[in-house]
């Protein structure tokens, strides 16, 4: 089992930053794929951003290449995603979650486990 708390979600003027935290319960963290998701008002939830069980390995949707970054801290049960230059069009809430199979997947019904989702905005 593994748990996942989202945090810093805000609201944010376009062009601003903001970084996101996932604290993840349980052992087995580190053998985890992880993910950031989000879904806008009226949207499907979509793929972000995500990286291997290893930190080795990352990969980003086109709408975010080169202003996102995920990471991930496996002493501290942690992942990250640094959002730089965002634009309105990334408002949404937004979910970390955790793919068993340890390696990048960006469906959203590989995920095994979710975050509650933390909101963003962004203001024009």
């Known amino acids: 089992q593994v748990q996942l708390v989202e945090s810093g979600g805000g609201l944010v003027q376009a062009g601003g930053s903001l970084r996101l935290s996932c604290a993840a319960s349980?052992?087995?963290?580190?053998?985890?794929?992880m993910g950031w998701f989000r879904q806008a008002p009226g949207k499907e939830r979509e793929f972000v951003a995500g990286i291997s069980w290893s930190g080795g390995s990352t990969y980003y949707a086109d709408s975010v290449k080169g202003r996102f970054t995920i990471s991930r801290d496996n002493a501290k049960n942690t992942v990250y995603l640094q959002m730089k230059s965002l634009k309105p069009e990334d408002t949404a809430v937004y979910y970390c979650a955790a793919d068993s199979l340890g390696q990048i997947r960006t469906s959203v019904s590989a995920p095994a486990y979710w975050g509650q989702g933390t909101q963003v905005t962004v203001s024009s």
């Open positions: 349980g052992r087995t963290f580190s053998s985890y794929a």
